[in-house]
């Protein structure tokens, strides 16, 4: 049964931390590129971050960029979003997915990702 179960959100102040994590199984991890996405109310899901199979090669959407960092541990079958300097728009559910391949040059496009996980809210407020 292919799963992708992301974990670590919660209700954080402005200015604070949080590590996300995705935890991958019933499929080939290391064949698969990941990419993070946000979806706040009443909004498109967005893309934020990506990151190759191998791990050489991570995108980021511009309103995260310096703030985020994305990595994985292919053994461990585990993409990690590292979320710092957290903002009140920042506030949205965050997905992980997965997309077999490259697809970096399209890497911001949910139709293209394969499995997706069930989300984790991150609340950002004083």
């Known amino acids: 049964q292919v799963q992708l179960v992301e974990t670590g959100g919660g209700l954080v102040q402005p200015g604070g931390s949080l590590r996300l994590s995705c935890a991958a199984s019933?499929?080939?991890?290391?064949?698969?590129?990941i990419g993070w996405f946000q979806q706040a109310p009443g909004k498109e899901r967005e893309g934020i971050s990506y990151i190759s199979s191998d791990g050489s090669s991570t995108i980021y959407n511009d309103r995260v960029k310096g703030r985020f960092t994305i990595s994985r541990d292919n053994a461990k079958n585990t993409v990690y979003l590292q979320m710092n300097s957290l903002k009140p728009e920042d506030t949205a559910v965050y997905y992980c997915?997965?997309?077999?391949?490259?697809?970096?040059?399209?890497?911001?496009?949910?139709?293209?990702?394969?499995?997706w996980g069930q989300g984790t809210q991150i609340t950002v407020s004083s």
């Open positions: 019933g499929f080939a991890f290391v064949y698969y590129d």
């Open positions: 997915a997965a997309a077999f391949g490259s697809i970096a040059t399209a890497w911001n496009l949910s139709q293209i990702y394969q499995y």
